[in-house]
């Protein structure tokens, strides 16, 4: 089925016909059509991004595939597609385990280049570039069903405009998974719940921080069962609210399948419990309630005289994102963004592994960015277009400083 206009945001109860008819402009090629300026404003600012990368790279006489195609967790990726998943854990050896990556990207790259010329590498950066448009869409989608065309079209730009964006085109999850996490909460939104649980699924098998959206499809659908079952009289056997209320729970109990799945599978393949959580551990991340995260938010910003440019804007993002989630509880149509953005901030800040690379982890965290949204569609075109503009120049600079400066993983 396509979207429907339904305005049938999380928690509401309205009965829709059994076969709705699709409203004009809510088909997926009507979505496409109306995506069209984000999706060209996203694709123009990552470009500008890749094109600074690309000369400061050439100064310094880098290649720009091995920047964005085979580096750090991009060869941990394409490690998998060619050999597969440890077989065992080795105690005595510190971030060398790949059960720590969860097997969605791995998979898709496998199948892709199975049937594509190219290495493994290459179609690893072109499947991320590919989902990073639908990510971008799904973006662009959620904003104008909440706020309007132009909301949806800033939110999708910003999103490309972050610090760390350059992670959506390299061989990372992120683009991935923030495609799978958009549209599902879209689909949530619009009142289709299957699909959302199938795409939380999907969410799940990506990225440990997929439990964020199992919490908001979940509660999402807790909330709309018990206002269904508070607001409707009793369904018959052929009411559209029976019919509903099944769409909701299937959707539900299709949402954590996909994590506990991964999470199951590693530890009968390790023989223990807790094997995806002792592999956690073997990389130095565990739950800690933020001490870690206080403790390196001090370091850099209040007793280092001289910090780290990269783990400066880092410790920015974080403060940021608390102070967006706190803007965003205001928006009381958005439960579902609310959630996952809510459990996403618990999951990184509450994190006490590496510090270093949770800008990236946040990057899923579009959601957060719907207040600078909202206020920048709100102002003159000309001061948006320069505000937008702004942020896509230090995208760029940050971008290429990032890959090429900075001497840390990402």
């Known amino acids: 089925m396509v ?82 998943y440890a077989a065992s854990l080795d105690p005595s050896r510190f971030d060398a385990c790949n059960l720590a990556f ?26 991320a570039v590919g989902c990073s448009l639908l990510a971008a869409w799904g973006i662009y989608a959620v904003g104008e069903h909440l706020h309007g065309r132009r909301v949806g079209t800033v939110l999708a730009v910003l999103w490309g405009a972050t610090p760390v964006a350059a992670v959506q085109w390299m061989g990372y999850t992120e683009s991935l998974f923030t495609a799978l996490v958009a549209w599902s909460l879209y689909a949530v939104l619009t009142d289709r719940w299957v699909t959302a649980g199938a795409l939380c699924l999907l969410a799940g098998l990506t990225r440990p921080t997929g439990v964020a959206l199992v919490a908001a499809v979940c509660v ?41 799945a991964y999470v199951g599978w590693v530890g009968v393949r390790l023989g223990r419990a807790d094997g995806y959580f002792a592999v956690q551990r073997q990389w130095r991340n565990e739950w800690d309630g933020g001490k870690e995260t206080l403790r390196a938010l001090r370091a850099t910003l209040v007793h280092q005289s001289h910090p780290q440019l990269y783990l400066v804007v880092v410790s920015l993002v974080l403060i940021m994102s608390v102070v967006l989630f706190l803007l965003c509880l205001s928006d009381h149509r958005s439960l579902p963004l609310l959630v996952f953005s809510g459990v996403l901030l618990v999951v990184v800040l509450g994190s006490g592994g590496v510090y270093f690379p949770r800008a990236r982890f946040l990057l899923p965290g579009f959601p957060l960015l719907l207040p600078l949204a909202l206020a920048l569609a709100g102002t003159r075109r000309r001061t948006a277009l320069l505000c937008l503009s702004v942020a896509a120049l230090g995208s760029a600079y940050f971008g290429a400083y990032m890959l090429l400066t900075y001497r840390g993983a990402l």
């Open 3 to 84: 979207p429907t206009a339904t305005d049938t945001a999380a928690g509401t109860a309205p009965a829709p016909d059994p076969a709705p008819r699709p409203a004009p402009g809510r088909t997926l090629r009507g979505l496409l059509h109306r995506a069209g300026p984000a999706l060209l404003g996203y694709t123009a600012v990552r470009l500008l991004g890749t094109l600074v990368l690309m000369k400061w790279a050439h100064l310094q006489r880098h290649g720009l595939w091995p920047l964005l195609a085979n580096r750090w967790d991009s060869r941990w990726y394409t490690g998998i597609a060619d050999h597969g």
């Open 102 to 127: 969860f097997p969605l990207y791995p998979v898709v790259v496998k199948a892709v280049a199975g049937v594509t010329p190219g290495s493994r590498a290459t179609i690893g950066l072109l499947v």
């Open 220 to 260: 999402s659908a807790a909330v709309a069962l018990w206002r269904l079952r508070r607001t409707g009289s009793a369904p018959m056997p052929l009411d559209p609210d029976r019919n509903r209320m099944r769409r909701i729970v299937l959707g539900a109990v299709l949402a954590p399948l996909g994590w506990l």
